[in-house]
Nanobody, 115 residues
């Protein structure tokens, strides 16, 4: 069973940066689709950034140019570098992987952007 464990959330002032990491274990497969989602209070969970198995990233319009997703297959990690953070980026961020029709989720990490 795939396990995803996030780390790196916290509080930051507007304009600041945070780096989220996700450790993958339990049957990691190189062809999994990887990604980060977020859910703000009262809102639906939404995709933030995804990476195809061949390493092509895709971003939500709201984070393009500010967030960068990367993966390290040797270390089985997925990272989300978040720059120029805005209050509207405040949410619980979830690491996600998809293998065919099966979805795996981390437990989530809180990101709060406020002054």
């Amino acid at each position: 069973q795939v396990q995803l464990v996030e780390s790196g959330g916290g509080w930051v002032q507007p304009g600041g940066s945070l780096r989220l990491s996700c450790a993958r274990s339990g049957g990691v497969w190189a062809y999994d689709i990887l990604g980060w989602y977020r859910q703000a209070p009262g809102k639906l969970r939404e995709p933030v950034a995804t990476m195809s198995p061949n390493g092509v990233p895709d971003y939500a319009n709201s984070v393009k140019g500010r967030f960068t997703i990367s993966s390290d297959n040797a270390k089985n990690t997925v990272t989300l570098q978040m720059n120029a953070l805005k209050p509207e980026d405040t949410a619980v961020y979830y690491c996600h992987s998809q293998r065919f029709d099966t979805h795996f989720w981390g437990q989530g990490t809180q990101v709060t952007v406020s002054s």
